[in-house]
Nanobody, 124 residues
Framework: QVHLVESGGGLVQAGGSLRLSCSNSGLTFSSYIMGWFRQAPGKEREFVAGISKSGKYTYYTESVKGRFTISRDNAENTVYLQMNSLKPEDTAVYYC?????????????????WGQGTQVTVSS
Protein backbone atom coordinates (compact mmCIF):
# COMPACT_ATOMS: atom_id res chain seq x y z
CA GLN A 1 0.00 0.00 0.00
CA VAL A 2 1.29 3.42 -0.97
CA HIS A 3 1.51 6.25 1.53
CA LEU A 4 2.68 9.77 0.83
CA VAL A 5 3.05 11.93 3.92
CA GLU A 6 3.68 15.66 3.79
CA SER A 7 5.18 17.67 6.63
CA GLY A 8 6.66 21.09 7.24
CA GLY A 9 3.65 23.31 6.81
CA GLY A 10 2.73 26.04 9.24
CA LEU A 11 2.13 29.73 9.79
CA VAL A 12 4.74 32.18 8.56
CA GLN A 13 4.89 35.90 7.94
CA ALA A 14 5.13 37.30 4.45
CA GLY A 15 8.71 37.16 3.24
CA GLY A 16 9.47 34.12 5.34
CA SER A 17 10.42 30.59 4.35
CA LEU A 18 9.19 27.06 4.83
CA ARG A 19 10.48 23.70 3.69
CA LEU A 20 7.94 21.01 2.92
CA SER A 21 8.86 17.36 2.88
CA CYS A 22 7.02 14.40 1.44
CA SER A 23 8.11 10.93 2.43
CA ASN A 24 6.67 7.78 1.00
CA SER A 25 6.32 4.11 1.56
CA GLY A 26 5.19 1.47 -0.85
CA LEU A 27 6.48 3.23 -3.96
CA THR A 28 9.47 2.45 -6.09
CA PHE A 29 10.22 6.10 -5.58
CA SER A 30 12.77 6.61 -8.34
CA SER A 31 10.26 5.32 -10.90
CA TYR A 32 7.88 8.22 -10.31
CA ILE A 33 7.78 11.83 -11.30
CA MET A 34 6.92 13.84 -8.19
CA GLY A 35 4.86 16.97 -8.03
CA TRP A 36 3.65 19.54 -5.55
CA PHE A 37 0.16 20.98 -5.87
CA ARG A 38 -1.79 23.41 -3.74
CA GLN A 39 -5.41 24.21 -3.14
CA ALA A 40 -6.72 27.40 -1.59
CA PRO A 41 -10.26 27.64 -0.19
CA GLY A 42 -12.80 27.92 -2.98
CA LYS A 43 -10.21 27.34 -5.69
CA GLU A 44 -9.20 24.41 -7.82
CA ARG A 45 -6.11 22.40 -7.07
CA GLU A 46 -3.18 23.87 -8.98
CA PHE A 47 0.23 22.61 -9.99
CA VAL A 48 3.15 24.24 -8.18
CA ALA A 49 6.30 22.31 -9.12
CA GLY A 50 7.41 18.99 -10.56
CA ILE A 51 10.63 17.02 -10.70
CA SER A 52 11.76 14.24 -12.97
CA LYS A 53 12.53 10.74 -11.78
CA SER A 54 16.26 11.37 -11.58
CA GLY A 55 15.89 14.88 -10.25
CA LYS A 56 17.65 16.35 -13.25
CA TYR A 57 14.65 18.26 -14.57
CA THR A 58 12.25 20.56 -12.77
CA TYR A 59 9.30 22.67 -13.77
CA TYR A 60 7.47 25.43 -11.90
CA THR A 61 4.30 27.37 -12.27
CA GLU A 62 5.08 30.98 -13.18
CA SER A 63 3.98 32.49 -9.89
CA VAL A 64 6.58 30.60 -7.84
CA LYS A 65 9.57 30.72 -10.17
CA GLY A 66 12.61 32.11 -8.41
CA ARG A 67 11.03 31.63 -4.98
CA PHE A 68 10.35 27.89 -4.70
CA THR A 69 12.72 25.00 -5.30
CA ILE A 70 11.73 21.37 -5.68
CA SER A 71 14.27 18.63 -5.02
CA ARG A 72 14.31 14.94 -4.28
CA ASP A 73 16.45 12.39 -2.52
CA ASN A 74 15.80 9.00 -4.05
CA ALA A 75 17.90 7.25 -1.43
CA GLU A 76 15.63 8.70 1.27
CA ASN A 77 12.40 8.35 -0.74
CA THR A 78 11.66 11.99 -0.09
CA VAL A 79 10.76 15.03 -2.16
CA TYR A 80 11.13 18.57 -0.86
CA LEU A 81 9.71 21.99 -1.63
CA GLN A 82 11.78 24.90 -0.36
CA MET A 83 9.59 27.98 -0.30
CA ASN A 84 11.20 31.39 0.11
CA SER A 85 9.84 34.93 -0.05
CA LEU A 86 6.40 33.64 0.79
CA LYS A 87 3.39 35.77 -0.02
CA PRO A 88 -0.14 35.73 1.42
CA GLU A 89 -1.37 34.37 -1.91
CA ASP A 90 0.74 31.24 -1.33
CA THR A 91 -1.65 30.29 1.48
CA ALA A 92 -3.14 26.89 0.68
CA VAL A 93 -3.08 23.22 1.50
CA TYR A 94 -0.04 21.75 -0.22
CA TYR A 95 -0.08 18.22 -1.57
CA CYS A 96 2.63 16.00 -2.95
CA UNK A 97 1.78 13.54 -5.66
CA UNK A 98 3.43 10.77 -7.66
CA UNK A 99 3.01 10.15 -11.38
CA UNK A 100 4.01 7.21 -13.56
CA UNK A 101 4.12 9.45 -16.63
CA UNK A 102 7.33 9.80 -18.57
CA UNK A 103 7.48 13.59 -18.34
CA UNK A 104 6.53 16.20 -15.78
CA UNK A 105 2.88 17.08 -16.15
CA UNK A 106 0.81 19.81 -14.54
CA UNK A 107 -2.50 17.94 -14.74
CA UNK A 108 -3.72 16.52 -11.41
CA UNK A 109 -5.39 13.55 -13.09
CA UNK A 110 -1.99 12.39 -14.36
CA UNK A 111 -0.87 11.70 -10.80
CA UNK A 112 -1.55 8.27 -9.39
CA UNK A 113 -0.93 8.80 -5.68
CA TRP A 114 -1.51 11.73 -3.34
CA GLY A 115 -0.63 12.70 0.18
CA GLN A 116 -3.11 14.07 2.68
CA GLY A 117 -1.82 17.63 2.46
CA THR A 118 -0.19 20.12 4.79
CA GLN A 119 -1.48 23.61 5.52
CA VAL A 120 0.66 26.62 4.68
CA THR A 121 -0.58 29.98 5.92
CA VAL A 122 1.24 33.20 5.10
CA SER A 123 0.21 36.26 7.07
CA SER A 124 0.61 39.78 5.77
Amino acid sequence: QVHLVESGGGLVQAGGSLRLSCSNSGLTFSSYIMGWFRQAPGKEREFVAGISKSGKYTYYTESVKGRFTISRDNAENTVYLQMNSLKPEDTAVYYCAASQRGVITTTPTAYNYWGQGTQVTVSS
